[in-house]
C-alpha cells in the first residue's frame, strides 16, 4: 500500500514551498520525503518546519 501527502503553498515572499511525502509498506516500511523550494530540491534534512507569516 503506498501513501502520499503532499503540500504546496502559494508564492509568498518571492518563494513556493513544495513537501512531498511517500510511505510504502509493501515488502516493508519506505518512507521518501522531498522538499523543494522554488522548484530546486532541498538537500533532505532530518527534520523541519515551516511557518507561514
Known amino acids: 500500500m ?3 501527502f503532499s503540500l504546496q503553498f502559494p508564492e509568498r515572499n518571492g518563494l513556493t514551498y513544495e513537501f512531498d511525502l511517500k510511505i510504502s509498506n ?3 516500511d ?3 520525503r522531498e522538499l523543494k523550494v522554488n522548484g530546486k530540491k532541498m538537500e533532505e534534512p532530518s527534520g ?3 511557518v507561514l507569516q
Open 2 to 4: 503506498l501513501y502520499v
Open 26 to 28: 509493501k515488502g516493508g
Open 30 to 32: 519506505n518512507v521518501t
Open 48 to 50: 523541519f518546519t515551516i
